[in-house]
């Protein structure tokens, strides 16, 4: 019984042992083009078009199998003598493709590889990006060539691909050519010693451009003339004293030396090496080493100071001024007070002020738009500043309270994004005015807000910067959007307006016209038809202006039929002449009535053919909210408590720069001065997109921000 409990179980492990095996995963080796099925061969060379590399062999060291190599070259076997060299190699193809040639001399002429042939065959050499190239067909080939010079360069190109050189030099074979990482093979070994070989020679221009920055920082420019062999020279310790190098730009190999020192491989040319680098600690006094050391350097140096007056004021001592425009200095440092310097020269920095006291006053430029809303309760604005912020960081809207949208009065800051990145808005204190943090000098930001006060008073500025309650913008203008039914009577307190009511009668002519018809109507039948007359005119002359002047011609063909004799001719003629005026006003009249029917109803009829929006669907109240997603006011208001507490740091800061210490119980983090990626950021209710009736206010100097414009509208 035993013995049956013991083989049911080894079946069963040996029936799991089975399935576990028949589910591993099969590995799938390639299948030979051969061993294809015979229905299938005909597809065999269309399926593998796009991957022409697969007769390729790997690399020995490529364990993955994950590259292919299909060129193979042999020994490079090359032959140089004084006036010319010949070279061969072997190269073993296993697909058409391109292979490299040596070439292109490391000398100011290069020399390009002359009668090469391919199997005794003559080909052609194709410049692929300054390199020589061969395109072979697969197989074995033999390639050979020939340079031809009249003077042996030092070194020549050698393909990345050969790593097997022969060399011989003059009939001299070399045991071990030198073949540098950057592909060289030199060929200096057995090089002519003659009297006519080039003299080796260096000349040098310094610059240094020097900003006084925190930290002081130095650009120096190295201007070489070459000439000779190529060669390893040491320039000495190039930096300024206490100088701590940041990056180093070279078109020639450079290395800089812990110690400061500049080593070069120069050949023949002209060439920039450019070596930016900062001061340590405050810089009182700059000198060049190298100038003292005198190995390798040049006897003077030309020095550009560009100062930041608004970090620290200082004077220049220790050093002669030139004129910078009759020096060789580069174009676009000429801008800046030159000096130059000799070994015995220092520039002593001496500091008259630290920061900047008295900076220059803000020069912002606003640009406002106001939408007033169809039933006339509010306005929503949407505000563009631009220009240099010096004086402040930070701008607030006067009189702006988040609840202002239950209030008569008051501006509620619902979105403010500057370059283009959406800020927090912020109070400093739970009283006062809602606004942002501005760390950019130069200023591009936008803002929407919501004005729910009367409609006679607008504020033609209203935020706050700089110097607080006396800052001003330097340039202002405006824009009113009315909506259908609405129209603008007069504006006060802005210096020019594009269209108003009262504009309409700026013409002597008008006001002339409308008298004159009403004292005849008076005259001819009473004070109460005049008076009614002139209302009447008043109000529809500039909506159809061809109606006075055919009232006119009604009016004095009646004149005359009341002087006129009963009988005759002339007296015909006149009340023809009445009828035909009669009728013309009619004409006029009736359409001019129905329209004023349809437009008291439907106020968008008074202009067909325009659209309030160019998009088909509309938001409620016609306004296209921002794509940013919006917070529930539950939640926005919420977030109130959490604005006050992240806001407190911007009053500490500003305490910091006005030299003050904040309380102890006020320690602000380094982390509390980024806003929290988790906090809301608000987005406002968007600001409408329609047009209808556009006024243009402007004024022509600087604004305040407590100016107030003044409307009437009807």
């Not at 090359?78 to 193809?93: G, I, K, P």
């Not at 080909?123 to 010079?149: C, I, K, M, N």
């Not at 701590?244 to 050949?267: D, K, T």
Request: charge should be negative.
């Amino acid at each position: 019984m035993q013995s049956t409990h013991v083989l049911r179980h080894f079946l069963s492990l040996c029936t799991w042992l089975v399935i576990w095996l028949a589910m591993l995963p099969a590995q799938a080796e390639p299948l030979p083009p051969e061993k294809v099925p015979t229905s299938l061969q005909a597809w065999t060379n269309w399926v593998l078009e796009k991957q022409p590399n697969r007769v390729c062999p790997y690399l020995f060291s490529d364990k993955g199998k994950t590259t292919r190599q299909c060129e193979w070259p042999s020994y490079l076997n090359l032959s140089v003598t004084a006036q010319q060299a010949e070279f061969s190699q072997r190269w073993q193809v296993f697909r058409d493709g391109w292979v490299p040639l040596v070439g292109r001399s490391l000398t100011a002429n290069p020399h390009w590889p002359q009668m090469v042939q391919v199997d005794g065959e003559d080909t052609v050499v194709v410049d692929r990006q300054g390199e020589p190239w061969l395109w072979l067909p697969a197989g074995e080939h033999e390639v050979t060539g020939q340079f031809e010079w009249t003077l042996r360069p030092e070194a020549l190109q050698i393909p990345a691909e050969t790593g097997l050189v022969k060399l011989s030099i003059n009939g001299q074979e070399i045991a071990q050519p030198r073949l540098d990482r950057q592909g060289r093979l030199w060929l200096q070994s057995n090089r002519p010693t003659d009297n006519s070989a080039e003299e080796n020679r260096l000349s040098m221009r310094v610059y240094r451009h020097i900003t006084d920055d925190i930290p002081l920082q130095a650009v120096t420019r190295l201007v070489l003339e070459v000439a000779g062999r190529h060669r390893e020279v040491s320039l000495g310790s190039v930096l300024l004293n206490d100088h701590i190098p940041m990056q180093l730009v070279s078109s020639l190999p450079a290395r800089l030396e812990p110690n400061g020192l500049l080593r070069l491989q120069v050949r023949p040319g002209t060439w920039q090496i450019t070596i930016y680098s900062h001061h340590q600690g405050n810089a009182e006094q700059l000198s060049s080493p190298a100038l003292t050391q005198g190995t390798n350097w040049v006897s003077e140096e030309l020095w550009a100071f560009e100062a930041r007056p608004q970090l620290r004021l200082v004077e220049i001592e220790g050093l002669t001024a030139i004129d910078p425009q009759q020096t060789s200095l580069p174009e676009e440092w000429r801008q800046f007070p030159t000096y130059q310097v000799t070994a015995s020269d220092t520039m002593n920095l001496i500091e008259k002020r630290r920061g900047d006291t008295e900076p220059a006053p803000d020069q912002l430029e606003l640009t406002r738009h106001f939408w007033l809303d169809f039933d006339g309760r509010g306005y929503s604005i949407q505000d563009q500043i631009s220009g240099q912020l010096n004086k402040g960081w930070r701008l607030e809207m006067a009189n702006s309270d988040p609840d202002a949208l239950q209030q008569e009065d008051g501006v509620q800051v619902g979105r403010v994004s500057v370059n283009q990145q959406d800020q927090f808005i912020t109070r400093l204190t739970p009283d006062s005015n809602m606004g942002v943090e501005v760390r950019q000098g130069h200023l591009n930001l936008l803002a929407d807000s919501r004005l729910n006060s009367g409609l006679a008073t607008l504020p033609a500025v209203g935020w706050l910067h700089g110097d607080g309650e006396q800052s001003q913008f330097q340039q202002v203008n405006a824009v009113l959007h009315l909506p259908p039914g609405w129209s603008l009577f007069n504006a006060t307190g802005v210096d020019s307006v594009s269209q108003t009511w009262l504009q309409n009668w700026s013409s002597l002519l008008d006001v002339f016209v409308v008298l004159i018809l009403s004292l005849a109507v008076a005259k001819l039948w009473g004070v109460l038809w005049g008076l009614l007359t002139l209302l009447t005119l008043v109000l529809s002359y500039h909506y159809q202006p061809a109606l006075p002047w055919v009232w006119m011609q009604v009016i004095a063909a009646m004149a005359l039929l009341r002087v006129l004799p009963n009988m005759g001719s002339l007296q015909w003629w006149v009340k023809a002449y009445r009828n035909l005026s009669l009728i013309a006003l009619l004409v006029l009249v009736i359409p001019f009535l129905i329209q004023e029917v349809r437009v008291s109803f439907f106020p968008q009829l008074s202009e067909p053919w325009t659209h309030l929006s160019e998009n088909s669907a509309y938001y409620d109240n016609n306004y296209t909210y921002t794509t940013a997603s919006v917070a529930d006011d539950d939640e926005y208001y919420a977030q109130e408590e959490a604005d006050y507490a992240v806001s407190t740091r911007s009053q500490s800061n500003a305490m910091y720069r006005q030299g003050q210490s904040a309380p102890k119980e006020k320690k602000i983090n380094k982390l509390l001065l980024q806003v929290d990626p988790n906090a809301y950021v608000q987005t406002g209710l968007g600001v409408p997109k329609w047009e209808w009736q556009r006024i243009e206010l402007n004024w022509s100097g600087p604004v305040g921000f407590d100016q107030q414009v003044t409307l009437t509208l009807l």
